[in-house]
């Protein structure tokens, strides 16, 4: 219900309403009353705003809304703060990658020391008749890594583990 | 449905005088809710910072979705007990919507001892849970609690109504189909612990969050085993190792958004149909019950203004209105919901018995919902009484009111004593809500009668030991019994003990009783409505 | 006379399906060419065959002579079309059709290859007595360089031999930074053009960008189609050009016109071509340079002429010779074009991509649009950002601005930002309107044209607002009863 609108660099956070005539849009204690109508042509429309009928041409593309008013065309950034949670939580990946079960190496990508970004791959276990490749939960750089390739580990065995993030 | 004529005169002495009183009360009330919410000791605020927590009030605005309701129950619990340091009794419950869909909130309050239960606590839980059951409401539970408080624990954890009832409720929901979903924003030990488990999702919150069945210094007691919080029951633990919780947060805000897309997920119940009117505020002003209502309890005055104040339009269509007049029966909407409304306007008679038998038959038939208002002293007494049966009468009430099938709700608007308080759906009765107003006083009998009467026990046995007593010596008798009975039979003790599902400003009714009504229909309505046996 | 009856485009976006219109109107059959990271646009939906072309960047392959040449042969063309732009001026490419028995529709490669170097070419037009700014170019005399630019007079203007489109140009305004000066235009010019010959000239204050439309048989007969004006620039490159110009009497139009075609008529000139001069506040002008191919700008010159620019080019190709005598051709009306590019003009004009989401040109009385682009194409950074050119012809200049402000405001392209609010603004400043600019124009008036107006963000995000599906159903969730009751607490 909540969405962050970014217009020239400048975001601002906005949830809207409907009480069962028509729409509004608040931003902290401010509301602004609107209605968007469909008008003749292709994506044309009228919004209502604040007592004014404004007609304008929209289009709403992928993570913004462009839309053409008053002669001019604006670009809408429109995030839902979700996505941007979710993202924050992302980078919260734990620093080790943990052997999901028991195995044998076979072969290891990166060298303490390296830079990763998070996915790249770390290395290759074997187990279960089945190769799987463990890549870093994180960006970060690659403080060390726990088994050499042949060598086997049990459940949970620390495989490799990146530098903590600093700050 | 033809609109009430209200006689109010708003530029009378007495509405003024009313108006005024009610308006001093609500100050009062309104302050001491603001109180009970928002007002703490600043280490314990001081405390919620530096451990990175949000308060309860604000983990209730992340997750509710922005520009909707939130019917809190029984704000002021507790406030008569504890030394009134366990405001809310730690828990903040209610309904609220998230994501479009009604769920019932349980939310512990760590701002309060820490979210520790008290006996009062688990009394709040369980009704908020029993308010799920009874409706078929999801819950969402923010847990965040220290646990049972340990030097009452007699009152919160053996008995069937006590802490195990918390889970007990929780695994009925779910064996009934109803979701739950547990925020973990806090600590979860030993039978707190099983409030995220025994949810179908849970989250939890990365640094803050911890389940575990014992703690850290508990471990090292049992067993030795030195442990930390993390490592013991934290986030990484439970979503990666045990999968005792499902979701991972990175933050308060990362958890309810989380639990908000979780709720999104959630089949929406197909409400039960009953007879609906496009919705309509009240035609008058419902702040005018302010005037309306007297400022002395024992005034008494019409309902109908009351109900005028409350419903759709003003419209209500009263039945046998020439009929058993100490009672007003009739049909009305409230937020659209057709509802049949019982309102007491004096004493209960042996008529006015059997017409509210009679029209909660109807109500039951019909499929309507029924609305209390009560301001009752009791059934009539007396030789003559007995003699038509108001006993018999009053019972052909109870089977009516009890065995009805339709929900019930019920407003104490003013006076509940005795008898009438069961034959209007008072607690025991299975009103899905009850709510009070702030000057309304419950108890089986009036302060006065109550006082005599305690008073006369005490003056005949000294009169037996051959005492005189002057006039002063009586009165030295019953005043302490009279101030006493008198705060006992305050809306501020039913609230506190959780007799009812909090007090409310007359002007809330209306919103409090459609968030009731809407949520009630998310459980059906057995069909045929059937009794027991009616004493003829 | 060799009748062409396929012609090849060697180009693409908005002046192959210009090109390309005007070929079919001819009964010419039309191939075009497409690179595979490229959108088909109007020209591939005009064109009787599309020859796909390969190369690491699109670009590297319109620039690609023997692969285009591949192309003609491989359309079974007889005649290939450069548009502006990439091989359009490349002597080479012109060899190697001829070698291939194509016809260019072009000048020859000697005139090109004349025309294209800058210092020949200038000293060309001075040998002949036109008119051409004080300077001083160092290959004549390398060790005097720097005492004959002195000798120029500043402000002087630094610029590379080799140079075009403003690179490695710089202004002098100081003796003291002279020499420091002449060694970054050095350097600068052997980054760009991988030559650091330079040459300099006097800088005038002020200037307006003249130019003037001409076009020869071939056989001597050159005419002109009069001036255009083009000093509304923004990084040395135009974006609103318009004719007449405001800034010429009647008998200033004709000197400058006749300058013009006398210097085509100089180097028996064939096809059409287009001759800059510097304009001077003084009512000075100064050859500039002249370019030996059809201009961006073209469509005013046909909208206040009434020819067909490249009709006629077909048929000089053809040796048909030009249609028409200089007593025939006239002005009628005033024309305005405004260059519709991806770009963002509160933002140094950085480049902009997206997809068009929308696209909706106006129309009516007047209006004329060149367009490069299609709904649901992609604008990527690999091409220039021009998309297309919006041209309006009026009785006079007032009602030719007013037309170009109602139809640039009614143009809609969404899904890329484009510069069109910002042409806008500046048909709407009142300089403009009075016809008092110069090259500088659009540097000076920066803050003014890229102002944010009313501001209207509030109603931007109700409407993005209302229009984000997800956010109605998700509000739509709510039930009624709790809509009304709003944020209700008790």
């Given at each position: 219900m909540r969405r962050i609108f970014e217009i020239g660099g400048e975001e601002r956070e906005f949830w809207l309403s409907h009480d069962g005539r028509g729409y509004a849009l608040h931003e902290g204690a401010r509301q602004y009353s609107a209605a968007l109508t469909p008008a003749e042509g292709k994506g044309a429309y009228v919004l209502e705003y604040e007592g004014r009928r404004i007609p304008l041409r929209l289009a709403v593309g992928d993570g913004a809304t462009f839309i053409h008013l008053n002669g001019r065309a604006w670009e809408v950034g429109v995030i839902d703060p979700a996505e941007r949670l979710a993202g924050a939580g992302a980078g919260a990946g734990g620093d080790v990658v943990l052997a999901p079960m028991p195995g044998v190496v076979v072969s290891v990508a990166v060298q303490p020391g390296d830079a990763v970004v998070e996915g790249q791959p770390i290395l290759v276990i074997e187990s279960m008749k089945l190769e799987t490749t463990l890549t870093a939960p994180r960006g970060g750089r690659v403080a060390e890594i726990g088994f050499g390739p042949g060598e086997s580990f049990g459940l949970k065995a620390v495989l490799a583990r990146l530098a903590p993030e600093e700050g | 449905m033809r609109r009430f004529q209200s006689r109010i005169d708003t530029n009378a002495a007495d509405y003024k005088e009313n108006y005024a009183a009610m308006t001093a009360r609500l100050a009062e009330f309104h302050a001491r809710q603001h109180a009970a919410r928002y007002e703490r000791p600043q280490r314990d605020l001081d405390r919620l910072a530096r451990q990175n927590k949000l308060g309860v009030r604000e983990r209730l605005k992340l997750l509710l979705d922005p520009g909707t309701p939130f019917l809190e129950f029984s704000t002021l619990a507790a406030c008569r007990e504890y030394d009134g340091e366990v405001p809310g009794a730690g828990v903040v419950t209610g309904i609220g919507i998230v994501q479009g869909r009604e769920v019932a909130i349980h939310a512990n309050d760590a701002s309060v001892k820490g979210g520790a239960w008290y006996p009062l606590s688990a009394k709040k839980i369980i009704r908020l849970l029993d308010v799920a059951l009874e409706n078929r409401l999801p819950v969402v539970h923010i847990c965040d609690s220290a646990g049972g408080f340990l030097p009452l624990q007699r009152g919160v954890f053996p008995d069937r109504y006590l802490g195990g009832r918390v889970f007990r409720n929780q695994v009925q929901l779910s064996k009934m189909g109803v979701p739950q979903i547990a925020v973990v924003g806090g600590h979860c030990t030993a039978g707190g612990a099983y409030v995220p488990a025994l949810s179908d999702y849970n989250v939890i919150i990365e640094g803050t969050g911890a389940i575990f069945l014992g703690g850290p210094p508990l471990v090292k007691a049992a067993t030795g085993e030195e442990v930390g919080v993390q490592e013991l029951g934290g986030a990484v633990m439970h979503t990666?190792?045990?999968?005792?919780?499902d979701y991972r947060a990175s933050s308060e805000q990362h958890a309810f958004s989380l639990a908000r897309e979780i709720v999104g997920q959630w089949k929406r119940p197909a409400k039960t149909v009953i007879e609906t009117a496009p919705i309509e505020d009240p035609f008058y002003d419902p702040k005018e019950l302010y005037g309306i209502?007297?400022?002395?309890?024992k005034t008494n005055f019409d309902m109908r203004e009351i109900i005028a104040r409350i419903v759709d339009g003003s419209r209500f269509h009263e039945y046998q209105p020439d009929y058993g007049t100490t009672i007003v029966c009739g049909f009305a909407h409230i937020w659209g919901y057709k509802v049949g409304i019982l309102a007491n306007n004096g004493v209960l008679f042996n008529d006015s018995s059997l017409k509210s038998a009679h029209f909660m038959q109807l109500c039951n038939q019909n499929r309507t919902p029924l609305v209390f208002f009560q301001n009752i002293t009791g059934y009539m007494v007396g030789r003559q009484y007995e003699e038509r049966g108001i006993t018999k009468d009053g019972a052909k009430m109870l089977m009516a009111q009890g065995g009805s099938v339709v929900p019930k709700f019920t407003v104490i608007a003013n006076a509940s004593f005795g008898a009438g308080n069961y034959g209007m759906?008072?607690?025991?009765?299975?009103?899905r809500t009850l709510f009070m107003w702030p000057q309304a006083e419950i108890g089986v009998m009036g302060a006065e009668q109550a006082a005599n009467t305690l008073a006369d026990v005490k003056i005949r046995q000294l009169m037996r030991e051959g005492k005189t007593l002057t006039e002063a010596e009586i009165a030295a008798i019953r005043e302490p019994v009279l101030e006493s009975y008198k705060r006992d039979i305050e809306a501020y003790t039913s609230t506190s003990e959780l007799w009812d599902d909090g007090i409310l400003d007359p002007v809330d009714t209306r919103n409090a009783l459609g968030m009731s009504i809407s949520a009630a229909l998310n459980a059906p309505i057995e069909t045929p409505p059937h009794y027991g046996i009616f004493r003829m | 006379m060799r009748k062409i009856s396929r012609l090849l485009i060697a180009n693409r976006g908005e002046i192959a399906a210009r090109v390309a219109r005007t070929a079919k109107a001819r009964g010419l059959e039309v191939a075009v060419l497409r690179h595979a990271a490229e959108e088909a646009g109007p020209a591939h939906a005009i064109a009787d065959q599309v020859v796909t072309i390969e190369g690491p960047t699109p670009v590297a392959a319109y620039l690609d002579i023997p692969q285009i040449v591949a192309a003609a042969r491989k359309a079974g063309a007889d005649a290939v079309h450069p548009g502006y732009g990439f091989l359009s001026e490349n002597a080479a490419f012109v060899r190697a059709l001829d070698a291939a028995g194509l016809i260019f529709v072009g000048p020859t490669a000697e005139v090109i290859d004349l025309m294209g170097d800058k210092v020949r070419a200038r000293a060309f037009v001075a040998e002949r007595g036109f008119p051409v700014a004080p300077s001083a170019i160092e290959d004549d005399d390398p060790a005097s360089f720097i005492a004959r630019s002195r000798a120029v007079g500043y402000p002087l203007l630094i610029k590379p031999s080799a140079g075009g489109g403003g690179k490695g140009m710089r202004i002098v305004r100081e003796d003291s930074l002279l020499a420091a000066e002449i060694e970054t235009a050095r350097r600068e010019g052997q980054r760009y053009f991988g030559d650091g010959r330079l040459f300099v000239e006097r800088y005038i204050e002020r200037p307006r960008h003249i130019e003037v439309q001409v076009m020869g048989d071939g056989r001597g007969n050159v005419v002109h189609f009069w001036e255009r004006e083009c000093s509304i620039q923004r990084r040395f490159q135009k974006i609103v050009e318009e004719t007449p110009s405001p800034a010429l009497s009647p008998a200033q139009r004709l000197e400058i016109c006749e300058t013009a075609a006398g210097i085509a008529r100089a180097v028996n000139y064939r096809g059409a071509g287009t001759v800059e001069f510097i304009y001077a506040q003084d009512g000075g002008f100064y050859f500039l340079e002249m370019n030996t191919r059809l201009q961006v700008e073209h469509p005013v010159t046909e909208m206040v002429t009434g020819f067909d620019l490249v009709a006629e080019q077909l048929r000089i190709a053809e040796g048909?010779?030009?249609?028409?005598?200089?007593?025939?051709?006239r002005q009628h009306g005033h024309s305005i074009e405004l260059r519709i590019c991806a770009e963002d003009a509160a933002a140094d004009f950085r480049p902009a991509i997206g997809k068009i989401l929308l696209l909706d040109e106006p129309r009516g009385e007047g209006v004329r649009v060149d367009s490069g682009i299609l709904e649901g194409g992609r604008v990527t950074a690999d091409f220039d950002p021009m998309l297309a050119k919006l041209i309006v012809h009026g009785g006079n200049r007032a009602e030719a601005i007013a037309r170009a402000r109602a139809a640039v405001r009614d143009y809609v392209i969404l899904g890329v930002t484009t510069n069109t609010g910002y042409l806008d603004a500046i048909l709407a400043h009142p300089a403009f309107a009075a016809g008092?600019?110069?090259?500088?124009f659009l540097a000076e008036e920066a803050e003014t044209l890229t102002a944010p107006g009313e501001d209207m963000r509030e109603a931007l995000i109700a409407a993005a607002a209302l229009s984000d599906q997800w956010l109605l159903y998700e509000v739509g969730q709510i039930s009624e009863i709790h809509r009304r009751m709003g944020a209700w607490r008790n």
């Open positions: - | 990666s190792v045990s999968g005792t919780a209502i007297p400022k002395d309890r759906c008072g607690r025991a009765w299975d009103a | 048909e010779g030009l249609s028409t005598g200089q007593a025939d051709i008092n600019v110069s090259t500088g």
